[in-house]
């Protein structure tokens, strides 16, 4: 788990990692330099339960630098994903990785609900498409990085791409270059919180993003390109679909 400057937050998803069934995890939180409390209340979880770890990057360098340290230091045969204000729902490892023994998966994902910065539902669920290869991933990604479970036995460690946004669909794309799918969950086994003045929040911030994953990272030729992003345009900015 990434974190920065996200003290009104992190108590909370850390304790929704505490609550789970599946009770044989470790937790790696990866501090890209934060000036709040962000270390203090981390410190406090990590006195009561020795599952929790605690590393902080020399300089702030953004979230794919500190996805890439927190799998570095992970020794787990499964390896999730989860961003430091968002939330999972109690049964949500116990159910996933049951899922992924049963039917022999690599990678999977599930639905998840939206919630607001004060942890309400916002009525909107994203459900998880039975299958999602990597043409689907790059046409509008609809698998939820909090939601994201895979084997690090069957795909090993990666490193994920140098972008400071869409740094975990670029991470996706790079994993279905080893498995052909990732396969979805319809249960709802993630909340997560839309926050204002985040980057995320601000899709036409997010569009020169997408630009640097299509050309820099995927190679993409500029009219493939273009019509990715006028494609994502559509839905996200436009609201069309």
């Not at 994953?213 to 019509?227: K, M």
Request: glycine content about 6%; proline content about 2%; charged content about 25%.
């Amino acid at each position: 788990m990434p974190t920065f400057n996200c003290a009104g937050f992190i108590a909370e998803t850390i304790e929704s990692v505490q609550a789970q069934t599946y009770r044989h995890w470790e937790m790696i939180i990866v501090d890209d330099c934060s000036s709040d409390d962000t270390k203090e209340i981390v410190r406090r979880y990590m006195e009561n339960d020795t599952r929790i770890h605690y590393c902080c990057l020399g300089k702030n360098s953004g979230a794919a630098a500190a996805r890439t340290m927190a799998m570095k230091l992970a020794e787990g045969e499964y390896m999730a994903f989860l961003d430091s204000d968002d939330l999972w729902m109690e049964r949500k490892l116990e159910k996933q990785i049951g899922f992924m023994r049963r039917h022999n998966l690599a990678i999977s994902c599930t639905s998840y609900g939206q919630i607001d910065e004060e942890g309400e539902t916002v009525g909107k669920t994203i459900r998880a498409l039975p299958r999602a290869g990597y043409n689907r991933i790059l046409l509008d990604c609809p698998v939820g990085n909090s939601t994201v479970v895979y084997n690090v036995g069957k795909m090993g460690k990666f490193q994920v791409p140098d972008i400071r946004k869409r740094n975990d669909d670029a991470l996706w794309l790079k994993m279905l270059k080893k498995e052909k799918y990732i396969y979805g969950m319809k249960d709802v086994l993630m909340k997560y919180r839309i926050r204002q003045n985040s980057i995320s929040s601000n899709k036409f911030a997010l569009i020169k993003y997408h630009w640097i994953l299509y050309r820099r990272i995927e190679h993409l030729g500029v009219i493939r390109s273009l019509f990715h992003i006028g494609y994502w345009c559509m839905i996200k900015v436009l609201k069309i679909k």
